[in-house]
C-alpha cells in the first residue's frame, strides 16, 4: 500500500497540529496504521497505532492524552491529532500499514511506510 502523510509544519510550544496520511489501497480497511517519528541524531519511535475498524488504538507513554489516532476507512486515511505540543515532538513523522492486527507497535511489523512529514516544535 502507498502511503503519503501530509500537514507537519512549524508551530510554538502548546499549539496543535493534525497530520494525515492518505492511503492508496481499496483494502486500506485490512490494515493496522500506525505513526511513527524520528527526532534528529535519534531512532525512530513508536507514537500510535489504530486497529483495522478504529476499535483498539495504543500510544507511546509520551504522547498519552495529548496526541490522537483516528482513522476513516471510507476515505482510506488515518490522522493523528496533536495538542499541547512540546520542543520534544520534534521530529519527522511517518504513517505505516501493517497486516498484523489489533494495533500493533513493534515496527518491524509495518512493511509499508510513507515519506514523512516534518513536524517542528517551537519553545
Known amino acids: 500500500v502507498q502511503l503519503q502523510a501530509s500537514g507537519g509544519g512549524l508551530v510554538q510550544a502548546g499549539g496543535s497540529l493534525m497530520l494525515s496520511c492518505a492511503a492508496s489501497e481499496r483494502t486500506f480497511g485490512t490494515y493496522t496504521m500506525g505513526w511513527f517519528r524520528q527526532a534528529t541524531g535519534k531512532g525512530r519511535e513508536f507514537v500510535a497505532a489504530?486497529?483495522?475498524?478504529?476499535?483498539?488504538?495504543n500510544y507511546a507513554d509520551s504522547v498519552k492524552g495529548r496526541f490522537t489516532i483516528s482513522r476513516d476507512n471510507a476515505k482510506n486515511m488515518v490522522y493523528l491529532q496533536m495538542v499541547s505540543l512540546k520542543p520534544e515532538d520534534t521530529a519527522v513523522y511517518y504513517c505505516?500499514?501493517?497486516?498484523?492486527?489489533?494495533?500493533?507497535?513493534?515496527?518491524?511489523?509495518?512493511?509499508?511506510w510513507g515519506q514523512g512529514t516534518l513536524v517542528t516544535v517551537s519553545s
Open positions: 489504530i486497529s483495522q475498524n478504529g476499535g483498539i488504538t
Open positions: 505505516a500499514a501493517s497486516g498484523t492486527p489489533n494495533a500493533v507497535m513493534s515496527q518491524s511489523r509495518y512493511k509499508s
